[in-house]
Structure formats: structure tokens, C-alpha cells
């Protein structure tokens, strides 16, 4: 098995501005992980549940970077780690029972919002 492939070196750029999107913003490195995940021939519920595995250590990691140099007050973040396990779950059960076309909607829904916001902001 070939690791070294023009297909995995394409993937590992990928996954670097993934990461490199996810560091810097602090978020949005799912958002295009997700596109990413679908162009490599994920249907829409497998990329969306991948990104979040993906998602996950890179998060990780950043969090890390920030806390240690002191970019994060772990006090005023407290409030937010129990009730984002809590929306983590409802998420994962209500992923099951949206059929892939509403998941897809509802995503690009959330990005076009997220791009105004951003805009107007």
C-alpha cells in the first residue's frame, strides 16, 4: 500500500486548512471539512458525522494553544462546555432521524448566515 499518493497529499492539504481555519477563527474548520468530505465522495450524513470526528482533536489542540498562551479565561468558558456536551448530544440524536437533503439545507442555511453575519459585523 502506496502512503505517499497524489490523492492522500491532496487530502493532507485538506486537512491542513481545515486545521489551519479551525486554529485561527477558533471555529468553521467543520464547515469545510464538510464540502471538502462530500468532493471525496461522502454521502451528506457520513460527512457531516466525519467532520466532527475530524473536528474534534483539532479543536482540542487549539483549545491548548489558547489556554496556554493566555488567550482564553477557562472561568468564563465553563458555562459553555456543559451545555455544548448537552447540544453535542441532541445533535447526534437528531442527525439520525433528518433525511440528507434537510442535513444539507439546514447546513447551507447555517453557512449563508454565518457569511452575512460575518459581513455585517
Known amino acids: 500500500m502506496k502512503i505517499f499518493t497524489k490523492k492522500n497529499g491532496v487530502?493532507?492539504?485538506?486537512g491542513t486548512a481545515v486545521g489551519f481555519?479551525?486554529?485561527?477563527?477558533?471555529?468553521?474548520?467543520g464547515m469545510l471539512a464538510v464540502p471538502i468530505l462530500k468532493k471525496?465522495?461522502?454521502?451528506?450524513?457520513?460527512a457531516h458525522t466525519?467532520?466532527?470526528?475530524?473536528?474534534?482533536?483539532?479543536?482540542i489542540v487549539s483549545a491548548v494553544m489558547y489556554i496556554?498562551?493566555?488567550?482564553?479565561?477557562?472561568?468564563?468558558?465553563?458555562?459553555?462546555?456543559?451545555?455544548?456536551?448537552?447540544?453535542?448530544?441532541i445533535g447526534t440524536a437528531?442527525?439520525?432521524?433528518?433525511?440528507?437533503?434537510?442535513?444539507?439545507?439546514?447546513?447551507?442555511g447555517f453557512m449563508i448566515y454565518a457569511g452575512i453575519r460575518l459581513l455585517i459585523k
Open 94 to 108: 437528531a442527525i439520525r432521524k433528518i433525511s440528507a437533503k434537510w442535513l444539507s439545507l439546514i447546513f447551507s
Open 68 to 89: 496556554l498562551k493566555d488567550y482564553v479565561s477557562l472561568k468564563d468558558a465553563y458555562i459553555y462546555i456543559p451545555t455544548g456536551v448537552i447540544g453535542s448530544l
Open 21 to 29: 481555519i479551525n486554529g485561527m477563527l477558533g471555529a468553521g474548520g
Open 40 to 46: 471525496c465522495g461522502m454521502d451528506q450524513k457520513s
Open 11 to 14: 487530502y493532507a492539504l485538506c
Open 50 to 59: 466525519n467532520a466532527v470526528a475530524v473536528i474534534l482533536p483539532i479543536t
